[in-house]
């Protein structure tokens, strides 16, 4: 029995893990897709490490501040109005990974 019920948490921890990437991944498309998808206005593109490399080197909250408080041709928020700034580190983590 106790095989069946780790069986059971295993499969909904990976569909919840699913479906927190799908909701970063809809975030991304809705918010950042614009500007980081082809590096307009100087952005960093999506899943160049080189593009992100610098940038990460300041620390992640920086990063976040940046996101939420805009940054050079960044405007605050950075088209998304209601992220956290979980979402913004969880989106900094989407863009700044290499493709898969």
Known sequence: MNKWLVAILLSVSGVSALATEQAVLDRYQKSCFAC???GANGAPKSHV???WA???EKGMDTLVKHAAEGFNTMPPKGLCFDCSADDFKALIEFM????S
Do not use: L
């Open 36 to 38: 980081h998808a082809f």
């Open 96 to 99: 700044a990974a290499p493709k």
């Open 54 to 56: 610098p940038r990460m």
């Open 49 to 51: 490490v080189a593009d």
